[in-house]
């Protein structure tokens, strides 16, 4: 049977994994047997229980175990949970918590595949360089999941998909669609040619073609490549690329935003026969 354990004091220890720490603290919580991750909203936890994360505990908002959305995502988690229950003022004592449909639960984080794993049953791939802003982040998982983007892999400098943002932006979708991030200095270019994918980088240079350029469906398995909100993609990895591609734009404007940019681009790039 679950525990209903209230709480009055937010210093209390008992649900210091909700409290105490950030994010960058909860991705070595369990160091070196890995991390937590804090989730908020039914849906989104849900989605992480779907995914099949171990749950650890649930932290909610006094009365709303009787909102039709908690009770069964609590109903579903079945027995021997531990359930703190504060009120909102208590809760609201947080630092930077702003309360989200009353339910937040506490996951232990599950070991990423390699990316070999995920390229070998993939088709198309986007990857994100150095994408460092969780909301942009969340938007393009959720962009990918919607549009048929079979996996995301994602260098070690950009912010993680487990972060409470992100993953309230995605609406959960980066517990749906495969992930993992690229070891630091590895040479993901060659991994991805390697595995047979032609790499089409998004970025505003002299030499990129439009993203109508027929060319650019001609190749079976394709990487799409994200850079940096401020410095773009490294010069490295464009100059290695198949194709460096734009968006065109219309009224002298020059670019957009990285989430939206990527959802035009896998609109028009996955093959639409797998969506």
Same mark, same amino acid.
């Not at 932006?169 to 991030?181: D, E, H, K, N, R």
């Given at each position: ?7 009055? +004091?937010? +210093? +209390?220890?008992? =649900? ?23 989730? !908020?909203?039914?849906? =989104? ?15 909610? !908002?006094?009365?709303?175990? $009787? ?11 079945? #027995?021997?949970?531990?359930?703190? !229950?504060?009120?909102?003022? =208590? ?82 979708? =980066? ?43 001609? $190749? ?15 010069? !490295?990895?464009?100059?290695? $690329? ?12 020059? #670019? ?20």
């Amino acid at each position: 049977m679950n525990r209903v354990i209230k709480i009055n +004091d937010i +210093d +209390d220890e008992r =649900v210091s994994i909700y409290t105490k720490y950030n994010e960058a603290q909860l991705l070595h919580y369990f160091e070196p047997n890995g991390g937590v991750f804090i989730a !908020e909203t039914p849906m =989104v936890i849900e989605r992480a229980l779907d995914m099949g994360a171990e749950l650890i505990s649930f932290f909610v !908002e006094s009365g709303e175990e $009787s909102n039709e959305q908690v009770r069964k995502v609590i109903d579903r988690a079945g #027995s021997d949970i531990d359930i703190y !229950e504060a009120e909102l003022s =208590v809760i609201q004592n947080i630092t930077g918590y702003n309360l989200t449909r009353g339910l937040l639960a506490a996951f232990k984080r599950p070991v990423a595949p390699k990316p070999e794993e995920l390229l070998g049953k993939s088709r198309c791939v986007a990857v994100l360089e150095d994408v460092v802003n969780p909301t942009n982040l969340g938007a393009i998982f959720r962009s990918a999941a919607a549009l048929g983007i079979d996996s995301i892999l994602i260098t070690s400098d950009s912010t993680d998909p487990f972060y409470r943002r992100a993953a309230r932006v995605s609406m959960g979708t =980066v517990f749906q669609i495969p992930w993992t991030y690229i070891p630091k200095g590895s040479d993901y270019v060659g991994m991805l040619h390697e595995h047979g994918f032609s790499v089409i980088s998004m970025a505003l240079v002299d030499n990129a073609i439009s993203l109508k350029d027929p060319i650019l469906k001609e $190749s079976r398995k394709r990487a799409i490549v994200f850079g940096n909100e401020g410095n773009g993609i490294c010069k !490295e990895t464009l100059d290695r $690329s198949d194709h460096v591609v734009i968006i065109p734009m219309y009224n002298g404007v020059d #670019s957009l935003n990285v989430a939206a940019s990527s959802a035009v681009a896998f609109w028009e790039l996955v093959d639409k026969t797998t969506i």
